[in-house]
């Protein structure tokens, strides 16, 4: 059974994620493209360093042409935002990256993008499940990928420099040389090695690599850029005096930060970084899009510029489309992902890790000085989070218990309002609020909370803990 959930299709290997699935997700993606006026059409191909990636592109690849579509495949392991990228470059109705992003070693996937290099959104992703449950396994077409190479059917290409090139365009060279940074950089054994490297590198900064290597198993960690994953990361800017440490998660699509004391910085705090530093020192002007999981700091700051913050569900073609919507000038999630205007319309941890460098360098602050700024400025918002495993059985009692008996904690602050879109979402009269929500790219339930004190916000988090029994 193929399902896409708020990240595409993940599974765990020889599980849920195999070959068969592989070919029938790409024949209900081909049965959608033709309903959509797309016979024939392009469509591009990548995949990155997990067990499998590769074979399962060419799998992927000799249904598209077995259907008569031409695969464009990039034939060698590349971040994602690089797939989205070359969808949007070329015009392509749609494109596939082979990747399970931050989800642990056993887990493979496949991501669908739209035209513009979105990220498929709900209402096509059930279009390609319902395609999908039309197919039986057996009558599935395809060619041979050595064959359709041969007969032109496949095209292999490396569009490595213009997407470099494209992330170049966009940020302060000069500024960035003038400032000879040292920069330590930690792929967390994914894809973003070469393409960071050479940016950093362009850019005149002294950069450090760790964790680079090639390694199925992510060094026997989840590839996800978090505190815990990141302390040699740490450990290195400190002792090599580097002015950051930029890590990426398996398909480099978030971000992780260190800062120059060899602090982890949240991804809250990246997002309320950058959004402060196009409003305050680069003059952009436009709102902010965040998911309901993610820092109030944002509107925070949005407000005092005359602007909004928009809150959508979790789930990045989410984000993309309120950004689209709206024009806003960022957009992120407090898992690590975030998108820019006028690059890709989906998350890109590498072109987010040049612009985090190039704010080094126009404002000449360090990272921990310009925070300090921002919450001087707006105020100190404290967050907490949880993630626990759940059984199918466990979660559905929750669900029951949740969503449709619609049980709630007992809060002491007052409750101004509810939301059930995603999750449920309890937003207080203070202004903090705490979401309780159920993955959807793993078997797990995520409870986080934010407060106006760090008790206050753990506060919040177990009191859902004790109501659920966990």
Same mark, same amino acid.
């Given at each position: 059974?193929?399902?896409?959930?708020?990240?595409?299709?993940?599974?765990?290997?020889?599980?849920?994620?195999?070959?068969?699935?592989?070919?029938?997700?790409?024949?209900?993606?081909?049965?959608?493209?033709?309903?959509?006026?797309?016979?024939?059409?392009?469509?591009?191909?990548?995949?990155?360093?997990?067990?499998?990636?590769?074979?399962?592109?060419?799998?992927?690849?000799?249904?598209?042409? #077995?259907?008569?579509?031409?695969?464009?495949?990039?034939?060698?392991?590349?971040?994602?935002?690089?797939?989205?990228?070359? +969808?949007?470059?070329?015009?392509?109705?749609?494109?596939?990256?082979?990747?399970?992003?931050?989800?642990?070693?056993?887990?493979?996937?496949?991501?669908?993008?739209? $035209?513009?290099?979105?990220?498929?959104?709900?209402?096509?992703?059930?279009?390609?499940?319902?395609?999908?449950?039309?197919?039986?396994?057996?009558?599935?077409?395809?060619?041979?990928?050595?064959?359709?190479?041969?007969?032109?059917?496949?095209?292999?290409?490396?569009?490595?420099?213009?997407?470099?090139?494209?992330?170049?365009?966009?940020?302060?060279?000069?500024?960035?040389?003038?400032?000879?940074?040292?920069?330590?950089?930690?792929?967390?054994? #994914?894809?973003?090695?070469?393409?960071?490297?050479?940016?950093?590198?362009?850019?005149?900064?002294?950069?450090?690599?760790?964790?680079?290597?090639?390694?199925?198993?992510?060094?026997?960690?989840?590839?996800?850029?978090?505190?815990?994953?990141?302390?040699?990361?740490?450990?290195?800017?400190?002792?090599?005096?580097?002015?950051?440490?930029?890590?990426?998660?398996?398909?480099?699509?978030?971000?992780?930060?260190?800062?120059?004391?060899?602090?982890?910085?949240?991804?809250?705090?990246?997002?309320?970084?950058?959004?402060?530093?196009?409003?305050?020192?680069?003059?952009?002007?436009?709102?902010?899009?965040?998911?309901?999981?993610?820092?109030?700091?944002?509107?925070?700051?949005?407000?005092?510029? #005359?602007?909004?913050?928009?809150?959508?569900?979790?789930?990045? $073609?989410?984000?993309?489309?309120?950004?689209?919507?709206?024009?806003?000038?960022?957009?992120? !999630?407090?898992?690590?992902?975030?998108?820019?205007?006028?690059?890709?319309?989906?998350?890109?941890?590498?072109?987010?890790?040049?612009?985090? +460098?190039?704010?080094?360098?126009?404002?000449?602050?360090?990272?921990?000085?310009?925070?300090?700024?921002?919450?001087?400025?707006?105020?100190?918002?404290?967050?907490?989070?949880?993630?626990?495993?759940?059984?199918?059985?466990?979660?559905? !009692?929750?669900? $029951?218990?949740?969503?449709?008996?619609?049980?709630?904690?007992?809060?002491?602050?007052?409750?101004?309002?509810?939301?059930?879109?995603?999750?449920?979402?309890?937003?207080?009269?203070?202004?903090?609020?705490?979401?309780?929500?159920?993955?959807?790219?793993?078997?797990?339930?995520?409870?986080?909370?934010? #407060?106006?004190?760090?008790?206050?916000?753990?506060?919040?988090?177990?009191?859902?803990?004790?109501?659920?029994?966990?």
């Amino acid at each position: 059974m193929v399902k896409f959930g708020t990240g595409g299709w993940r599974a765990i290997i020889a599980d849920g994620f195999t070959k068969e699935n592989i070919r029938l997700l790409t024949a209900g993606l081909c049965a959608l493209m033709k309903k959509e006026g797309h016979s024939g059409s392009t469509v591009c191909l990548g995949y990155d360093r997990r067990f499998l990636s590769k074979e399962s592109m060419f799998w992927a690849a000799e249904v598209l042409a #077995g259907y008569g579509f031409h695969p464009y495949i990039i034939n060698r392991s590349v971040p994602t935002p690089m797939v989205m990228f070359t +969808v949007k470059r070329m015009g392509l109705p749609y494109g596939m990256a082979i990747t399970a992003s931050h989800n642990p070693a056993i887990y493979n996937g496949i991501k669908v993008f739209t $035209k513009g290099g979105r990220d498929a959104d709900q209402t096509v992703t059930r279009k390609i499940e319902a395609e999908i449950e039309k197919l039986r396994p057996e009558e599935i077409k395809s060619i041979p990928y050595a064959e359709a190479l041969t007969s032109g059917i496949v095209r292999e290409g490396y569009p490595f420099n213009e997407y470099i090139d494209s992330i170049l365009d966009m940020v302060e060279i000069g500024m960035i040389k003038s400032a000879r940074l040292r920069i330590a950089i930690d792929p967390m054994y #994914g894809v973003s090695y070469n393409s960071l490297q050479t940016i950093l590198m362009t850019c005149r900064c002294d950069v450090n690599v760790i964790h680079e290597q090639h390694d199925t198993l992510f060094g026997g960690r989840m590839p996800a850029p978090s505190e815990d994953a990141l302390k040699l990361l740490a450990n290195y800017v400190v002792d090599n005096r580097c002015h950051l440490g930029i890590a990426t998660d398996g398909d480099a699509d978030r971000l992780g930060v260190i800062d120059e004391n060899g602090q982890y910085l949240h991804a809250n705090t990246l997002l309320v970084l950058l959004y402060y530093y196009f409003l305050q020192y680069r003059s952009w002007r436009g709102p902010c899009v965040r998911n309901n999981s993610t820092t109030h700091l944002l509107d925070r700051v949005a407000a005092d510029f #005359g602007e909004e913050c928009h809150e959508v569900p979790v789930g990045f $073609k989410y984000v993309s489309a309120k950004m689209a919507e709206t024009g806003a000038i960022i957009g992120g !999630e407090s898992s690590g992902g975030m998108a820019v205007k006028g690059h890709i319309p989906g998350k890109d941890g590498i072109y987010a890790a040049a612009l985090l +460098v190039e704010m080094l360098a126009v404002t000449g602050k360090s990272v921990s000085q310009l925070y300090r700024e921002i919450t001087q400025r707006y105020g100190m918002l404290y967050y907490e989070e949880i993630s626990l495993q759940m059984t199918p059985q466990r979660k559905a !009692e929750l669900q $029951k218990m949740v969503f449709e008996d619609g049980q709630l904690p007992n809060f002491v602050e007052t409750v101004v309002k509810i939301n059930r879109e995603d999750g449920c979402k309890v937003y207080f009269e203070d202004g903090s609020w705490v979401i309780c929500r159920f993955s959807g790219t793993e078997p797990l339930l995520r409870i986080a909370a934010e #407060g106006n004190t760090q008790h206050q916000a753990k506060n919040y988090v177990q009191l859902w803990r004790s109501l659920l029994g966990l």
